[in-house]
């Protein structure tokens, strides 16, 4: 079945980066934009960047710029969502999920939680 | 930036209940309007798009309406799996933005 399956629980100290990735099953991964959208611990959605999966072209929230990295990797299907200089403030979920080009998440990850933490 | 603004903030109801949840935008998206539904520990899922049409597999007691800047998602008669946090986005113009959130407990 279509299915994004993110990879597992980060933690890191603050100042570091992390690298998120979100391997996608089930359908042509090229033919749809992947978005990051995160949660931080008992708050809302907060949407941080998208990639055309099939020519590699980026945007991100503003919030974000300089920050955010997303790229992928075509022959595995998959996408990365890298994140630098860390504060306690990036502790949050971070959800990979699927638009086709209109921007309608229809697919999510199951998230990954990233802590950062001295 | 659009802001999109959510009433009620939370709320409890009982099975058969219909609910109403409301949606308002800073400026004008037409019907570029989505729902989803995130119950706890769990990632969204996507119930509603373009203010009105459903998601595939999504019962029929979840209907959406409205354009512009006004919007509301009903469920016709609550049901014990309705349970969890309801958020609107709007997919009109970047940075695409949600709402923050309506909270439904079931009684």
């Known amino acids: 079945q279509v299915q994004l399956v993110q990879s597992g629980t980060e933690v890191r100290k603050p100042g570091a980066s992390v690298k998120v990735s979100c391997k996608a099953s089930?359908?042509?991964?090229?033919?749809?934009?992947i978005n990051w959208v995160r949660q931080a611990p008992g708050q809302g959605l907060e949407w941080m960047g998208w990639?055309?999966?099939?020519?590699?072209?980026?945007g991100y929230a503003q919030t974000f710029q300089g920050r955010v990295s997303i790229t992928r990797n075509t022959s595995t299907s998959t996408a990365y969502m890298e994140l630098s200089t860390l504060t306690s403030d990036d502790t949050a979920v971070y959800y990979c999920?699927?638009?086709?080009?209109?921007?309608?998440?229809?697919?999510w990850g199951q998230g990954t939680m990233v802590v950062v933490s001295s | 930036d659009i802001q999109m603004t959510q009433s009620p903030s939370s709320l409890s109801a009982s099975v058969g209940d219909r609910v109403i949840i409301t949606c308002r935008a800073s400026?004008?998206?037409?019907?570029?309007l989505n729902w989803y539904q995130q119950r706890p520990g769990k990632a969204p899922k996507l119930l509603m798009y373009?203010?009105?049409s459903l998601q595939r597999g999504v019962p029929s007691r979840f209907s959406g309406s409205g354009s512009g800047t006004d919007f509301t998602l009903t469920v016709r008669s609550l049901q014990p799996e309705d349970f969890g946090t309801f958020y609107c986005?709007?997919?009109?113009?970047?940075?695409?933005?949600f709402g923050q959130g309506t909270k439904v407990e079931i009684k």
């Open positions: 373009g203010a009105f």
């Open positions: 089930g359908y042509t991964f090229t033919n749809y934009d």
């Open positions: 400026q004008s998206i037409g019907s570029s």
């Open positions: 986005q709007q997919s009109y113009s970047p940075p695409w933005t």
């Open positions: 999920a699927r638009a086709a080009g209109n921007d309608i998440f229809d697919i």
């Open positions: 990639m055309n999966s099939n020519s590699g072209t980026t």
